[in-house]
C-alpha cells in the first residue's frame, strides 16, 4: 500500500501560477507511475498528468498540455504539478494517484493509490 499526501493549492488568479506537490511513503517501490487527476463540482474525476517514476517520461490531458508540468524528486519521494497561465475552468480538487503499472495511463482505473485531494481555485 502507499499512502499519498497532497499540499499547496489554494487560490490563484487567471494568468498566474501555482504548485501542488504529493509526498508517497509506504510501498513506493512498487510505484511504476504517478499522475494527477482533477475533479470540479459535479463533474467527474478527469486525468491531468501522469509520470514514469523512474525515467521522468511524461504525458498530459490536452486541456492543460503547455500549461501544466508534472515532475519529481526520487530523493523525496515527491510529485509536484506546476500550473501556470490558470484558467477559472482549471478550478477543481486535485488528487496524487500511483499506479503499480507502466506504460501511458490516463484512467482511474489504472491507479491504485489515492490521496485525499487538494483544492485549487482560480478567479477570473
Known amino acids: 500500500q502507499v499512502q499519498l499526501v497532497e499540499s499547496g493549492g489554494g487560490l490563484g488568479q487567471a494568468g498566474g501560477s501555482l504548485r501542488v506537490s504529493c509526498v508517497a511513503s509506504?510501498?513506493?517501490?512498487?510505484?511504476?507511475?504517478m499522475g494527477w487527476f482533477r475533479q470540479a463540482p459535479g463533474k467527474e474525476r478527469e486525468f491531468v498528468a501522469a509520470l514514469t517514476w523512474n525515467d521522468g517520461n511524461t504525458w498530459y490531458a490536452d486541456s492543460v498540455k503547455g500549461r501544466f508540468i508534472i515532475s519529481r524528486d526520487n530523493a523525496k519521494n515527491t510529485l509536484y504539478l506546476q500550473m501556470n497561465s490558470l484558467k477559472p475552468e482549471d478550478t477543481a480538487v486535485y488528487y496524487c494517484?500511483?499506479?503499480?503499472?507502466?506504460?501511458?495511463?490516463?484512467?482511474?482505473?489504472?491507479?491504485?493509490?489515492w490521496g485525499q485531494g487538494t483544492q485549487v481555485t482560480v478567479s477570473s
Open positions: 509506504g510501498r513506493t517501490l512498487s510505484t511504476r507511475t
Open positions: 494517484a500511483a499506479s503499480p503499472w507502466a506504460g501511458i495511463l490516463t484512467t482511474r482505473i489504472e491507479f491504485r493509490s
